[in-house]
């Protein structure tokens, strides 16, 4: 009975680390000239104590068919993955720089994690720059910082 029960508390650890999330990921890019682009973007999101969630390329999560990225749109992606503990306050967001006229003017990325039972923990990430080599500060990342120091 006793090693029941312990079964049954190990369970329910298990099942509340690894409960399942659905992530709601805003992406705006900027309304400049040539702001737009079509090169593979990865984005990495963390909690203060390093707990991420990476995702590889938005573009599977997004909308089938659709053309991400364009000057002055904001773009929706959505996916389910492993909860994150807390709101995330740091933000990797890179560009492969492939494509027609890579340069990206990326203005905001708006992230929610949408939990089992409906609360919500959500971030806006101000970027306001280019990822592109060719213009300051000519790197395709950045990392977006807003964790305490
Ligand atoms: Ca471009």
Known sequence: MKILLVLFLLALTQS???AQCEFVILVTTGNKEDAGTDA????SVSTANGKKLVIESLKPWGQKGHNNFERG????????GK??????????????GKGNKPGWFVDKVEFSQIE??????????????????DVSPGTLFVVVDDCPK
């Open 16 to 18: 509340t680390a690894y």
């Open 40 to 43: 593979r973007i990865s984005l």
């Open 73 to 80: 749109h904001t773009d929706t992606f959505e996916g389910r």
């Open 83 to 96: 909860c994150l503990p807390s709101k995330p306050c740091r933000m990797l967001l890179e560009s492969n």
């Open 116 to 133: 089992p039972n409906l609360s919500v923990k959500q971030k806006t990430f101000k970027v306001n720059r280019w990822l592109a080599r």
